[in-house]
């Protein structure tokens, strides 16, 4: 069930990055952290400075991934813990499950109406924001802005954040968790690299998929209901070992 987690955890990742919320901001970011005007950013670059623009998103993505990763251990534990305390189960449609696992499913549902519109939950509209100098941060300004990006979780990295530390709280180690949430930050941080190192293109193409970035918003509100219909009728740990014996190689990873 871990491989399975995995996959879905670097899936959540990418599904984060070409969000609303986060794909827009991804040219301004790289360009602030590496000292570069948009026009430069777009420009295609000699070797020494795609070098630079790379380790300036490097020691971005290490920022967030350092958070994440925490996170991640902190839901295993906390997880942990409240199953040692209450132990309880309820009854859905016949199945015992964990309480635990109705409240996630509950709140993952919640989520997913507010992408689809049908729910609109105020304090996802919240984010944290970072004031800057003017003035290029170097790469250590470059891993505080990442951990500033990571605390000031965005509207749609959020639910998708909070889905994956769900699964992640179920994990029996801290260990788990926290590559469970190294494994996002991976599906988050790679496209950022890319971004980085192949920029011209990068710009070329976010620019055309923009017009895509509503049916992309439903979408990951379609998926988050699912997930969350699936933990609260206790169908997640059955798709979960259906997956495993359908594809017995996902049962290697991790």
Same mark, same amino acid.
């Given at each position: 069930?871990?491989?399975?987690?995995?996959?879905?955890?670097?899936?959540?990742?990418?599904?984060?990055?070409?969000? &609303?919320?986060? /794909?827009?901001?991804? +040219? &301004?970011?790289?360009?602030?952290?590496?000292?570069?005007?948009?026009?430069?950013?777009?420009?295609?670059?000699?070797?020494?400075?795609?070098?630079?623009?790379?380790?300036?998103?490097?020691?971005?993505?290490?920022?967030?991934?350092?958070?994440?990763?925490?996170?991640?251990?902190?839901?295993?534990?906390?997880?942990?813990?409240?199953?040692?305390? %209450?132990?309880?189960?309820?009854?859905?449609?016949?199945?015992?499950?964990?309480?635990?696992?109705?409240?996630?499913?509950?709140?993952? %549902?919640?989520?997913?109406?507010?992408?689809?519109?049908?729910?609109?939950?105020?304090?996802?509209?919240?984010?944290?924001?970072?004031?800057?100098?003017?003035?290029? &941060?170097?790469?250590?300004?470059?891993?505080?802005?990442?951990?500033?990006?990571?605390?000031?979780?965005?509207?749609?990295?959020?639910?998708?954040?909070? %889905?994956?530390?769900?699964? #992640?709280?179920?994990?029996?180690?801290?260990?788990?968790?926290?590559?469970?949430?190294?494994?996002?930050?991976?599906?988050?941080?790679? +496209?950022?690299?890319?971004?980085? #190192?192949?920029?011209? #293109?990068?710009?070329?193409?976010?620019?055309?998929?923009?017009?895509?970035?509503?049916?992309?918003?439903?979408?990951?509100?379609?998926?988050?209901? /699912?997930?969350?219909?699936?933990?609260?009728?206790?169908?997640?740990?059955?798709?979960?070992?259906? /997956?495993?014996?359908?594809?017995?190689?996902?049962? %290697?990873?991790?």
């Amino acid at each position: 069930m871990f491989g399975v987690g995995i996959i879905g955890a670097f899936f959540g990742g990418l599904l984060s990055f070409v969000s &609303p919320c986060v /794909l827009p901001l991804v +040219p &301004p970011y790289l360009c602030y952290i590496a000292g570069l005007s948009a026009e430069e950013f777009a420009q295609p670059g000699t070797s020494h400075r795609r070098k630079h623009i790379v380790l300036s998103a490097l020691s971005f993505v290490l920022g967030f991934s350092t958070v994440f990763v925490a996170l991640g251990a902190t839901a295993s534990v906390f997880g942990q813990a409240i199953r040692r305390l %209450t132990g309880l189960e309820v009854s859905v449609f016949g199945t015992e499950i964990p309480l635990v696992s109705l409240v996630a499913g509950v709140i993952i %549902t919640a989520m997913g109406l507010h992408f689809l519109g049908v729910l609109r939950l105020a304090f996802l509209y919240r984010e944290a924001r970072l004031q800057v100098a003017q003035k290029p &941060p170097g790469l250590l300004g470059g891993y505080v802005l990442g951990l500033a990006f990571a605390f000031g979780w965005t509207p749609c990295i959020g639910p998708i954040l909070a %889905t994956i530390l769900a699964v #992640a709280g179920a994990e029996e180690t801290a260990a788990s968790g926290a590559f469970l949430l190294f494994v996002y930050s991976l599906g988050l941080g790679a +496209p950022f690299l890319l971004a980085a #190192a192949f920029a011209p #293109a990068f710009i070329a193409w976010a620019t055309g998929f923009r017009r895509h970035l509503f049916a992309v918003e439903k979408t990951m509100g379609g998926f988050l209901v /699912l997930t969350g219909i699936l933990f609260i009728t206790g169908q997640m740990s059955v798709m979960s070992y259906w /997956l495993l014996e359908t594809f017995p190689a996902l049962g %290697t990873i991790g």
